[in-house]
């Protein structure tokens, strides 16, 4: 057993030790945790308005950042703290006020399933090839 105080050995310190005795692969693991972490980053903030764990996967991304850059653990202190506020204030609402966000929130998934071309996939399944329903931006007309 070692003392509380007592440094850690080399075989202590861990398998991310291993990367810092090398520049090199210190850069490269530090680029890969930042590919890594701003990928779920990314796809977190474009999951935050549909159904699921949008915010989950955004403190997920900034937690893998924030495991080599400060600022990132910066920021997730922020949005965590800012996140459970805006929680906090909705809950105090009235319910008229919490269905207007409601109806926000489905505006933002129907706009982009929209744009996305989503209801003209769907109803291409069913039949339904209607002009109204292709998208104006990844529509096939």
Request: net charge positive.
């Amino acid at each position: 057993m070692t003392k509380p105080d007592a440094k850690p050995t080399e075989e202590h310190k861990g398998w991310r030790h291993w990367f810092h005795r090398n520049p090199a692969l210190n850069l490269a693991y530090r680029i890969g945790v930042g590919v890594i972490g701003g990928l779920v980053l990314i796809a977190g903030i474009i999951m935050i308005p549909y159904p699921g764990p949008g915010w989950l996967v955004v403190f997920a991304g900034l937690a893998i950042l924030a495991t080599e850059f400060e600022w990132a653990g910066r920021v997730l202190k922020f949005a965590k703290r800012y996140y459970d506020r805006w929680v906090e204030w909705l809950k105090r609402q009235p319910s008229w006020v919490r269905g207007l966000v409601m109806a926000g929130v489905c505006a933002i998934v129907l706009v982009t399933c929209y744009f996305l071309n989503v209801f003209a996939l769907v109803g291409g399944w069913f039949g339904l090839d209607w002009a109204w329903l292709q998208s104006p931006i990844f529509g096939s007309r």
